[in-house]
């Protein structure tokens, strides 16, 4: 896809990206070094929520268990509504209230998972999702790092591999991918979408923003609002489209700035229009 070449005008180092199709898997383009790790920032929260719902259908725990300050559950840490802060362990607000984006939500919701799989999260992802799909390269370290973005690790190959599994699920039941994915978690929930500014609502599902009305977005004008998806601080993203039926994925390694939000909307839509 001549698209993707545009990433060779972007100010980083390095970038890499591909377009995968929903209806096989295939990989529609692929341009830069598909095989170069890179790390994945807040792109990890996705990983970190597949393994958690494969938790969920395996029977570890349930969504509407307890997990987190008083009154939330897994549920509310996966749609960022448990009240607790942006990267500490401090309680903002009431859980289900506002959609306060939290890592440190998703530091406690892999230990949940450790905790009542017995395993520690990093192995329990590697076997759930890395694995199953192949994907060799991925890797969430938690030993020193987070779970909810700076112990992530992957190339654009091996999140091919995951942009096919989102679109074309084998390893959860298609109804909990649509859950996840379609439906917004806590309707109506307003909050900020960082680096965009406070939404009202800012729409989110089980791990994965939802695009919806927002505007402006880090994914193309074109994008429908059904796509879904994540981007890092890093410097990375992973979207989904459902009505386009395919997932655009890139990594680069230059932090997320206001070159970020001027550049992939428009590969979002180059993409599109291109297909």
């Known amino acids: 896809m001549q698209s993707l070449r545009m990433i060779e005008d972007w100010p980083v180092p390095n970038a890499a990206a591909a377009v995968v199709r929903g209806a096989d898997g295939a990989v529609l383009g692929a341009h830069g070094p598909q095989q170069h790790l890179f790390p994945l920032a807040s792109v990890t929260k996705l990983l970190t929520s597949y393994a958690v719902l494969v938790a969920v259908e395996e029977g570890v725990f349930e969504l509407d268990d307890p997990a987190g300050p008083t009154g939330s559950t897994v549920r509310h840490l996966l749609a960022h509504t448990s009240g607790l802060a942006f990267d500490e362990h401090r309680v903002m607000a009431e859980p289900g209230n506002r959609r306060l984006y939290s890592n440190a939500g998703f530091d406690v919701l892999a230990a949940a998972l450790a905790e009542a799989s017995g395993i520690e999260f990093g192995r329990y992802a590697a076997e759930a999702v890395f694995e199953p799909l192949g994907m060799h390269s991925t890797l969430i370290n938690t030993a020193h790092r987070s779970p909810a973005g700076a112990g992530g690790l992957s190339t654009v190959a091996d999140l091919a591999l995951f942009a096919a599994e989102l679109q074309a699920p084998k390893l959860l039941d ?65 979207w989904v489209d459902p009505a386009a039926g395919v997932a655009c994925v890139a990594l680069t390694d230059r932090d997320f700035g206001p070159w970020a939000a001027e550049v992939w909307p428009q590969l979002g839509d180059a993409v599109l229009a291109e297909l």
Not at 182 to 209: I, K, Q, S
Not at 215 to 225: D, E, K, L, Q, V
């Open 174 to 238: 298609p109804s909990t991918l649509h859950a996840a994915t379609r439906e917004v978690a806590f309707p109506g929930t307003n909050g900020v979408l960082p680096g965009f500014g406070h939404r009202r609502p800012n729409d989110w599902g089980l791990g994965f923003e939802i695009r919806d009305g927002k505007a402006p977005h880090w994914t193309g004008t074109a994008n429908s609002p059904a796509t879904f998806g994540h981007f890092g601080q890093s410097g990375t993203f992973l």
